[in-house]
């Protein structure tokens, strides 16, 4: 198994798609951009047969200081979610 970064993932898209090496890197970038941005807003990204991206809400909770092993609260938060879709499961088998 190996881990593919950004720059690998946009040179992939250049080679599938036709696009040159920079023009597939901009259109990733902004892609990333766009489903942060809706995530940001509380909206769901949802790319049929990939998957979902949506924003789930973190309840408060108690925690302990793993240093002191103190009580803490933890404060709820948003955090991004992501839901594959049946071929992303499919590939990944």
Do not use: H, W, Y
Request: aromatic residues 4%.
């Amino acid at each position: 198994m190996a881990i593919v970064n950004k720059d690998e993932l946009a040179r992939e898209v250049a080679a599938k798609s036709g696009l040159e090496v920079g023009q597939a890197k901009r259109a990733l970038g902004a892609t990333l951009a766009a489903i942060e941005e809706q995530i940001g807003e509380g909206n769901e990204v949802r790319l049929t047969g990939f998957g979902k991206f949506s924003v789930s809400q973190r309840a408060a909770r108690q925690g302990r200081n793993p240093r002191t092993g103190e009580r803490m609260q933890i404060a709820a938060k948003a955090v991004p979610r992501f839901s594959a879709g049946a071929e992303l499961k499919k590939a990944a088998q």
